[in-house]
């Protein structure tokens, strides 16, 4: 495994990182979940990502249980706040309330002292930023927090995050978790160059664009019953990726990973990495065998010529608004 700063901070977090949305606590059972970050440990994975809205807090209590045997000093720790934990009007959003009391249910979930990186899960429109950072400030200050971050902001969003926290000299976000991967790079045009101005490392999710680049999806033909697009209640994420042209072109992506000895979530993920402004690549795993296949990108890289025929086959996707 190889590491890298977190944006500007001194914190260490692996290349590879252990999410659990859609996996622990809803799709796998908790054996699978231990059996996945054990797997992580050894293969030298030491960021696991989860959030309070996983599952409405199964995901961090299937983490915080898969964790309970490790030393805490040992790995990083990452959860959410934002979206609805509650039916009641405070039960949702970035507002000072709902911050503090979502930090401590999430740190009885989790069965932890602290939370390593703590998310905005969203940008809230209903709270004024400067509700939103003096909350986060405090948290830090009260050491229940390590780090703030966000997650899915603009660009402008972090300017304005910036300028009021310099102007009222609070510590500085560390970190953005956005979706990246070979169909989805909007982040590239203004989110990456804002965020590396201002410090913030990319952690993102779905390097794989919902394991559409694993290769197992094929053009023409019906997702098989075991597997995420069958599942009626998370498809929907994935389906703007099912379109002939799109699969198309994974499989070309696919026929020249194995031209380099590569899986294609390796090439995938290596393509990921390959960007300087991101830290760390999120993947999901409900099998120890995915995760031993998924960190081997840290160890690849991909030249100039085989970036420009990715590129190349990129072209041919056209009129493509995947779901967020």
């Not at 939103?132 to 948290?139: F, G, I, P, S, W």
């Not at 099912?242 to 390796?266: K, Y």
């Amino acid at each position: 495994m190889k590491y890298r700063n977190l944006g500007n901070t001194g914190l260490k977090v692996s290349e590879i990182s252990l999410g659990s949305w859609l996996t622990y606590g809803t799709a796998a059972e908790q054996q699978a979940a231990d059996l996945c970050i054990r797997t992580a440990f050894e293969t030298g994975i030491n960021f696991f990502d989860t959030a309070n809205a996983y599952n409405r807090g199964e995901g961090e209590k299937a983490i915080g249980a898969a964790l309970a045997s490790y030393d805490r000093s040992s790995y990083v720790l990452s959860t959410k706040v934002f979206f609805p934990m509650g039916d009641g009007p405070n039960d949702r959003g970035l507002s000072r309330k709902h911050i503090m009391e979502q930090c401590e249910a999430s740190l009885k979930r989790l069965g932890t002292d602290y939370i390593d990186i703590y998310f905005c899960h969203r940008f809230d429109t209903d709270t004024p930023t400067e509700e939103t950072l003096r909350a986060l400030d405090d948290l830090t200050a009260q050491g229940k927090i390590l780090y703030a971050a966000v997650s899915e902001w603009s660009a402008a969003q972090i300017t304005e995050a910036a300028a009021i926290g310099e102007r009222l000299r609070l510590r500085p976000l560390a970190a953005n978790q956005p979706i990246y991967n070979l169909f989805e790079r909007y982040i590239e045009q203004e989110v990456l160059p804002v965020s590396q101005q201002y410090g913030l490392g990319q952690v993102v999710f779905s390097p794989l664009a919902q394991g559409v680049l694993t290769g197992k999806y094929k053009p023409g033909q019906a997702p098989a019953s075991d597997t995420r697009a069958a599942n009626d209640s998370v498809n929907q994420v994935i389906r703007s990726y099912f379109r002939d042209d799109v699969l198309g072109v994974v499989a070309e992506l696919n026929d020249l990973a194995a031209s380099m000895d590569m899986t294609l979530s390796q090439l995938a993920l290596a393509w990921v990495l390959r960007q300087p402004g991101v830290s760390s690549a999120i993947i999901g795993a409900s099998k120890p065998q995915q995760i031993h296949e998924n960190v081997e990108a840290v160890n690849m890289t991909l030249s100039e010529e085989t970036l420009g025929q990715i590129d190349r086959m990129m072209e041919k996707i056209s009129d493509f608004a995947p779901m967020r």
